[in-house]
């Protein structure tokens, strides 16, 4: 079955951090580009951070570069995103997506909460 389930969300204070991690089954990994979205309520759903395929090529959101690192382990097909001096502002429901030309697939997300 094809699937992107992510873990590792959770509370936090202002300041702190967190690293969830995204992990996929049953398509080929290492040949999709992986995204982290965000969706706070009542916001539109936000790009926070893009890696390539091979993991040489990242991008971030202004919003959190210098404070969030996107990253990937193809060979366990999972992808992670470590976020620290986290704000109130970073609470939401994250998700990451793959994708490669037409196709995408997204988890069913991970909350993040940051208290403060």
């Known amino acids: 079955q094809v699937q992107l389930v992510e873990s590792g969300g959770g509370l936090v204070q202002s300041g702190g951090s967190l690293g969830p991690s995204c992990a996929a089954y049953g398509f080929s990994f290492s040949t999709y580009a992986m995204n982290w979205y965000r969706q706070a309520p009542g916001k539109e759903r936000e790009l926070v951070a893009a890696i390539s395929s091979g993991g040489s090529s990242t991008n971030y959101a202004d919003s959190v570069k210098g404070r969030f690192t996107i990253s990937r382990d193809n060979a366990k097909k999972t992808a992670y995103l470590q976020m620290s001096s986290l704000k109130p502002e970073d609470t939401a429901m994250y998700y990451c997506?793959?994708?490669?030309?037409?196709?995408?697939?997204w988890g069913s997300g991970t909350q993040v909460t940051v208290s403060s």
């Open positions: 997506n793959a994708i490669r030309s037409q196709t995408r697939i």
